[in-house]
C-alpha cells in the first residue's frame, strides 16, 4: 500500500556527491599576533580536531608549521610531539627560550629535545591502555573529576604518562603518571598526555561510541574540559585574549526544542506541543517521518490529515525538517544510492527493526525533503536519522541535497555539549559545510518523562555554567506528561535561556562560527577588528582582561566593525 499524491513527482533534479578538497593548515594559517598559535609538527597527525574543538569553544587560533611565526604569538601549542626527529635544534631551542621569556608552551609529546627539564616532567611512557585522567582541582576545569581519554576497545587514543618532576601536577591518569602539568619558568611550560586532536576527531566523527559511560540523559564534559584547560591557558598567557560566546548575548545555555513525529497518532498530537510553544513566543523543530508505504513498522501515516497537521504547524511558526521516509534503524547500513531517487518510483519497506530493502541514503533525504517542501511549505535544512542511525556518508549526503544542519548523535557519544562542523565520511581528510547538533535529553530511556524534570534540570545547570547546548527530544506520541515536561521546561528557563528551533540556532551558530575577529594596533593603542562573512546578531566577544567586558556584534553579511580597546 503506497499513498498516493495526485500529480506530485520528484524531485526533477539529480543529486551528486562531489568529494570535498582535503581540508589543508594552511586554511587556518591567518589572523594576528594575539590569536593561540597551533603549531603542527606533524600534518599525517589530529590537527583537525584541534581546529574543530577551538572553535567550537571560542577560542581565536592560526595554524602553521613555521616555528618562528608561531612564536610571534604569546601561547604557542606544539602538536602533537616535540622531537629531534620533526623540529631541528635551533627550533627546539627557541620554543624553551620562549617560555623563558614570558610565553606559554603547551606539548602533548615530549619524545626528545631536550625539555623534560624545562617542563618539570620525567620520562614519558607512551600507551593506548589509560582511559580514565582525574583533575586535581576540578572545580578549576570542569564539574566532573574524572574524564573518559580512551576506551579498552576500539577507539583506542594514544596517550603519554609522565613520571613526576618539579611541575604542579593538575591531572594523573588511573596508572598514576602525569596527564597534565605546568611548570612555572617566568612564562608557563605545560604538557597534555592526551593526543587530543585524536580524541577530538574520533569523538566528534562518532566514533568513539565504546568511549561514553552513558549513551543520552547524562552529563559527559570529556572531551569539553580538555578544552576548557587549552581555552584558559591561552587567556592566562595572552595579553589582550578574547574569546567568541557560545551562547546568544543575555543567555547561560541554548535549548533546542525538537519533537520526532514518526508515528500515526504523533501527527495528530504535533499541533498541541507546537501551540505550547507559540502561546510562549517560542519555535521548535518537529522532525517529521513522511512514511508513504505500509510495512513492518507502522501504516502510511503521511496522509492528506497529516498533510494539514504539519501545515498547521508551519502555520504556527515551527520549523519542520526531514526524519526520513522509512525511520529505519538500518540507515546507518543503506547504499548512498544514485542521486535520481523520486516519489513514487523509490519505495523503501522496512522488513524488521534491522532490515529494510529499496533504500538508500540520498533516498531518505531527497525524497524526505522534497515531500516536505511541496506538499507542506517548509523550509527544510535540518534532518534527523529515526532512531539516530547515523551512516558514515550522511554529512557529504546532507551536504549535496540542500541540508544545514544535523541532529544525527547523542552528546555523551561525542564527549561534548557544544554544536561542530562535520567531516567527509565522518573521517579526518575535509570539513563539510554542516552542522551537527548532539541530542542532550530524550524520553524513551529510562523513567517516563514527566518523572524526570528535576534529573534533566541537573544535567542543563551543569552545561549552563559553561554556556553549553542542550537539545531535547520528544516524541509526541502522547500529550499527558511528556507536554507538562515540555511546558515546565520552558517556563523554567525562559529568563535565562536561549530557547529555540535547530534552524534559528544553526543560523545563529554558523554566522558565529565564521565570524574573523582580530586584535590589530591603531597608533597608540590597540582595536577590537571584526568582519562578518554572513548575518550575525546577538553574538558576544568576551575580553577576559578587561573586567570580563562583551563586546556585542550585530553585522549585515560583509559587515565590519573596530572597537577601540582600553
Keep these: 500500500m503506497i499513498n498516493v499524491y495526485p500529480g506530485l513527482r520528484g524531485p526533477t533534479s539529480n543529486t551528486d556527491i562531489v568529494a570535498p578538497p582535503r581540508t589543508e593548515l594552511s586554511q587556518f594559517d591567518r589572523g594576528g599576533d594575539h590569536r593561540l598559535a597551533v603549531l603542527v609538527?606533524?600534518?599525517?597527525?589530529?590537527?583537525?580536531?584541534?581546529?574543530?574543538?577551538?572553535?567550537?569553544?571560542?577560542?581565536?587560533?592560526?595554524?602553521?608549521?613555521?616555528?618562528?611565526?608561531?612564536?610571534?604569538?604569546?601561547?604557542?601549542?606544539?602538536?602533537?610531539?616535540?622531537?629531534?626527529?620533526?623540529?631541528?635544534?635551533?627550533?627546539?631551542?627557541?620554543?624553551?627560550?620562549?617560555?623563558?621569556?614570558?610565553?606559554?608552551?603547551?606539548?602533548?609529546?615530549?619524545?626528545?629535545?631536550?625539555?623534560?627539564?624545562?617542563?618539570?616532567?620525567?620520562?614519558?611512557?607512551?600507551?593506548?591502555?589509560?582511559?580514565?585522567?582525574?583533575?586535581?582541582?576540578?572545580?578549576?576545569?570542569?564539574?566532573?573529576?574524572?574524564?573518559?581519554?580512551?576506551?579498552?576497545?576500539?577507539?583506542?587514543?594514544?596517550?603519554?604518562?609522565?613520571?613526576?618532576?618539579?611541575?604542579?601536577?593538575?591531572?594523573?591518569?588511573?596508572?598514576?603518571?602525569?596527564?597534565?602539568?605546568?611548570?612555572?619558568?617566568?612564562?608557563?611550560?605545560?604538557?597534555?598526555?592526551?593526543?587530543?586532536?585524536?580524541?577530538?576527531?574520533?569523538?566528534?566523527?562518532?566514533?568513539?561510541?565504546?568511549?561514553?559511560?552513558?549513551?543520552?540523559?547524562?552529563?559527559e564534559p570529556s572531551l569539553d574540559s580538555l578544552f576548557w584547560w587549552i581555552r584558559d591557558l591561552y587567556v592566562a598567557g595572552e595579553p589582550t585574549p578574547w574569546l567568541v560566546s557560545t551562547v546568544p548575548a543575555g543567555k547561560v545555555v541554548s535549548i533546542l526544542l525538537t519533537h520526532d513525529v514518526d508515528y500515526g497518532p504523533s501527527m495528530d498530537n504535533a499541533p498541541a506541543y507546537a501551540e505550547v510553544l507559540r502561546a510562549r513566543g517560542l519555535?521548535?523543530?518537529?522532525?517529521?517521518?513522511?512514511?508513504?508505504?505500509?510495512?513492518?513498522?507502522?501504516?502510511?501515516?503521511?496522509?492528506?490529515?497529516?498533510?494539514?497537521?504539519?501545515?498547521?504547524?508551519?502555520?504556527q511558526g515551527m520549523e519542520v525538517g526531514s526524519h526520513t521516509v522509512a525511520h529505519s534503524g538500518a540507515f546507518e547500513m543503506m547504499p548512498m544510492g544514485s542521486g535520481r531517487e523520486r516519489y513514487p518510483q523509490y519505495r523503501p519497506f522496512v522488513e524488521s527493526v534491522s532490515r529494510v530493502r529499496g533504500a538508500s541514503v540520498l533516498g531518505e533525504l531527497r525524497v524526505s525533503k522534497f515531500l516536505l517542501e511541496r506538499l507542506v511549505g517548509a523550509r527544510v535544512v535540518s534532518f534527523r536519522p529515526g532512531r539516530l542511525s547515523y551512516p558514515f556518508s550522511l554529512p557529504q549526503a546532507l551536504q549535496a541535497t540542500g541540508y544545514s544542519y544535523s541532529s544525527s548523535i547523542t552528546a555523551n557519544t561525542v564527549l561534548s555539549h557544544l554544536p561542530f562542523q562535520m567531516t567527509h565520511d565522518r573521517a579526518d581528510g575535509a570539513l563539510?559545510?554542516?552542522?551537527?547538533?548532539?541530542?542532550?535529553?530524550?524520553?524513551?530511556?529510562?523513567?517516563?518523562?514527566?518523572?524526570?524534570?528535576?534529573?534533566?534540570?541537573?544535567?542543563?545547570?551543569?552545561?549552563?555554567?559553561?554556556?553549553?547546548?542542550?537539545?531535547?527530544?520528544?516524541?509526541?506520541?502522547?500529550?499527558?506528561?511528556?507536554?507538562?515536561?515540555?511546558?515546565?521546561?520552558?517556563?523554567?528557563?525562559?529568563?535565562?535561556?536561549?530557547?529555540?528551533?535547530?534552524?534559528?540556532?544553526?543560523?545563529?551558530?554558523?554566522?558565529?562560527?565564521?565570524?574573523?575577529?582580530?586584535?590589530?594596533?591603531?597608533?597608540?593603542?590597540?582595536?577590537?577588528?571584526?568582519?562578518?562573512?554572513r548575518k550575525v546578531s546577538g553574538v558576544e566577544i568576551i575580553l577576559p582582561k578587561s573586567g570580563g567586558r562583551r563586546v556585542g556584534v550585530n553585522l549585515p553579511a560583509g559587515g565590519q566593525a573596530a572597537v577601540a580597546l582600553p
Design 432 to 533: 563539510q559545510p554542516i552542522f551537527e547538533f548532539p541530542v542532550t535529553i530524550e524520553d524513551e530511556a529510562g523513567a517516563p518523562l514527566g518523572q524526570r524534570f528535576d534529573a534533566a534540570n541537573v544535567v542543563i545547570e551543569k552545561i549552563a555554567r559553561e554556556h553549553g547546548v542542550a537539545t531535547i527530544l520528544i516524541h509526541p506520541n502522547i500529550i499527558g506528561h511528556k507536554l507538562e515536561f515540555e511546558a515546565r521546561l520552558v517556563d523554567h528557563w525562559k529568563d535565562r535561556a536561549w530557547l529555540g528551533s535547530v534552524d534559528d540556532f544553526g543560523d545563529w551558530w554558523a554566522a558565529r562560527d565564521a565570524l574573523e575577529v582580530d586584535v590589530t594596533q591603531r597608533g597608540a593603542g590597540s582595536a577590537l577588528e571584526i568582519r562578518a562573512p
Design 283 to 315: 519555535r521548535g523543530t518537529f522532525f517529521v517521518q513522511t512514511k508513504y508505504m505500509k510495512d513492518y513498522n507502522d501504516r502510511p501515516f503521511f496522509d492528506a490529515a497529516a498533510i494539514d497537521d504539519v501545515r498547521a504547524l508551519v502555520d
Design 41 to 219: 609538527t606533524d600534518p599525517q597527525s589530529g590537527w583537525l580536531g584541534l581546529i574543530r574543538g577551538l572553535q567550537a569553544h571560542g577560542v581565536p587560533f592560526t595554524v602553521t608549521r613555521d616555528v618562528s611565526k608561531a612564536l610571534r604569538h604569546k601561547v604557542v601549542l606544539a602538536y602533537p610531539i616535540i622531537s629531534g626527529r620533526v623540529l631541528s635544534g635551533d627550533d627546539i631551542r627557541a620554543l624553551a627560550q620562549h617560555v623563558r621569556s614570558g610565553g606559554t608552551v603547551v606539548a602533548f609529546n615530549l619524545a626528545g629535545g631536550g625539555l623534560s627539564e624545562l617542563f618539570g616532567v620525567g620520562e614519558g611512557r607512551e600507551g593506548a591502555t589509560r582511559t580514565r585522567m582525574t583533575w586535581s582541582a576540578p572545580a578549576a576545569t570542569s564539574q566532573e573529576a574524572t574524564i573518559v581519554v580512551s576506551s579498552r576497545g576500539e577507539s583506542r587514543v594514544q596517550s603519554v604518562g609522565y613520571a613526576p618532576g618539579s611541575a604542579r601536577v593538575l591531572a594523573r591518569f588511573e596508572d598514576g603518571s602525569v596527564a597534565a602539568s605546568c611548570r612555572t619558568v617566568v612564562g608557563q611550560a605545560c604538557v597534555l598526555g592526551v593526543d587530543l586532536g585524536s580524541l577530538a576527531q574520533r569523538a566528534l566523527n562518532g566514533r568513539a561510541e565504546s568511549m561514553a559511560r552513558s549513551y543520552v540523559n547524562a552529563y
